[in-house]
Nanobody, 121 residues
Framework: VQLQASGGGMVQTGGSLRLSCAAS????????MGWFRQTPGKEREFVAA????????LYADSVKGRFTISRDNAKNTGDLQMNSLKPEDTATYYC???????????????WGQGTQVTVSS
């Protein structure tokens, strides 16, 4: 499975961005998907996850109410809608997939290359 993340960019505080993750190599409808982020010198942190069916989601407290994760199994893609962005959301964002239906905050098997999000104050 190969994952390709896109949609990053630079926005002002309060703005919005939508990240997309396109999967190739096989259908990932039976795989949970997640988004993580990392800033220089810090460990990668969990942002959001969605189950294989799309029926269950989980968010880090820091993004709850502002970010929405979704997926389109027909298109083999996953998205992360980010609203009310803050400077502390600035990071490289990675999409990931795990070979299980159930979502998780860790234990992912496949990773995309990352897309940069910069929020200016």
């Amino acid at each position: 499975v190969q994952l390709q993340a896109s949609g990053g960019g630079m926005v002002q505080t309060g703005g919005s961005l939508r990240l997309s993750c396109a999967a190739s190599g096989r259908t990932i409808s039976s795989y949970a998907m997640g988004w993580f982020r990392q800033t220089p010198g810090k460990e990668r942190e969990f942002v959001a996850a969605v189950s294989g069916s799309g029926g269950n989601t989980l968010y880090a407290d820091s993004v709850k109410g502002r970010f929405t994760i979704s997926r389109d199994n027909a298109k083999n893609t996953g998205d992360l809608q980010m609203n009310s962005l803050k400077p502390e959301d600035t990071a490289t964002y990675y999409c990931a997939a795990r070979r299980r239906l159930v979502l998780s905050t860790y234990d992912y098997d496949y990773w995309g290359q990352g897309t940069q999000v910069t929020v200016s104050s």
